[in-house]
């Protein structure tokens, strides 16, 4: 495929230096055609993914320090037969709140078909790649789901209803249903990243960029928003092989492994009245149901993303090439001098008339 390629440069380029026409208003051109050669090689692609052939498998480890107190959940007047909970191995009386430390772990994989899109900009003949506007969604907008415990820690205690005593000073896992990862998304930050391909057989190219994007992650645990979708910086690396197809398309095969861990504080992270369903230690077998308050004040969540991404990309129009050859040439320049100070093909700027404006953006994307 580069052979493919070197016709249409040698063409534009002879085209930029004896075929240029010659027209008294256009005396600038030439000055115009000078600032876009280096540019006249570039093919830019709008590219998507496709979802169905591509995987991502996100490994999880979402840790959440917290502090606070549980009580049993009796009530005199609306739950009498509840559980109260009493400080020490036995005697007391009433509810009382018991206080705790504990975290919440969510831990485990989660296997998704991701969505998004990307403009691929190549230049065969310098061998280059850029990398723009990269935004994917990893989730494919299916939220995943982890299984969550809390591992909790307290002094001794004892309940009634169920009788049951717990000995302080171990820690205890609680599953406490599940975690919802319901946003991973990727968005590019900053301008385009320029690589390297490095050709292969068969009209291939091998690539390598780190993109910086923003992460954005939504996670709640425990019916909590844990992690808010705060834009957080990060790399996004991609390798990847790209191929020039006919019918001016290119499909990419891209690799991504990444790990990443970051802690966050977590803003408004106090709750109140969960429900906890806490397993008995002695005797085990019965169920303590607790209400536990507390505050959630960081986050600690550690990444793995690997994933296998299929791209096809299609070439994007250029301005001022009316009749779609992706050549902006003499036969645009006809078909726009055809429509001179009327409507429709020849209109590059969009503002309802052919005129001058639009023979500037024309040459000024002359092939
Ligand atoms: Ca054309
Ligand atoms: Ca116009």
Redesign the pocket.
Same mark, same amino acid.
């Given at each position: 495929m580069p052979t493919r390629q070197k016709p249409t440069r040698q063409k534009t380029s002879r085209q930029k230096t004896s075929r240029f026409p010659c027209l008294g208003l256009l005396c600038v051109a030439p000055i115009a055609l000078a600032t876009s050669v280096a540019l006249a090689d570039e093919i830019v692609y709008d590219c998507a993914l496709n979802a169905a052939a591509s995987t991502v498998v996100q490994s999880n480890d979402v840790n959440a320090p917290f502090t606070g107190t549980f009580i049993g959940n009796y009530e005199a007047t609306t739950n009498p037969t509840g559980t109260r909970t009493i400080p020490g191995f036995f005697g007391g009386s009433g509810n009382n709140a018991i206080p705790y430390t504990a975290s919440f772990a969510l831990a485990g994989d989660i296997n998704s078909h991701p969505t998004g899109t990307l403009r691929f900009s190549t230049d065969i003949e310098a061998l280059q790649v850029r990398i723009g506007a990269v935004d994917l969604d990893l989730l494919g907008g299916v939220p995943g789901t982890l299984a969550a415990t809390v591992n909790i820690n307290y002094q001794t205690f004892h309940t009634v209803a169920p009788n049951a005593i717990y000995p302080g000073g171990v820690n205890i896992p609680v599953p406490v249903g599940n975690g919802t990862i319901s946003t991973l998304r990727a968005v590019q930050t900053g301008p385009v990243v320029p690589g390297l391909l490095v050709p292969q057989k068969n009209g291939t190219y091998t690539f390598n960029a780190a993109v910086p994007v923003d992460y954005v992650v939504v996670a709640t645990l425990l019916g909590q928003n844990v992690i808010d979708g705060t834009p957080t910086p990060g790399v996004l690396p991609l390798s990847g092989t790209l191929t020039v197809q006919p019918n001016n398309t290119v499909s990419i095969a891209v690799t991504v492994s990444n790990t990443s861990s970051s802690t966050q504080p977590v803003a408004n992270g106090a709750f109140t009245d969960l429900a906890l369903a806490l397993p008995t230690v002695i005797p085990t077998g019965g169920i303590a149901n607790l209400l536990m308050s507390g505050t959630v004040t960081q986050v600690t969540v550690a990444q793995g993303l690997n994933a296998t991404l299929a791209i096809a990309g299609t070439r994007v129009p250029i301005p001022g /090439?009316? *009749?779609? /050859?992706? !050549?902006? *040439?003499s !036969?645009?320049l006809a078909i726009l001098l055809s429509n001179w100070l009327g409507t429709g093909s020849g209109d590059c700027n969009g503002d309802g008339i052919v005129d001058s404006r639009d023979i500037a953006v024309l040459l000024s994307n002359w092939s």
């Open positions: /090439d009316l *009749n779609g /050859d992706f !050549l902006v *040439n !036969l645009d």
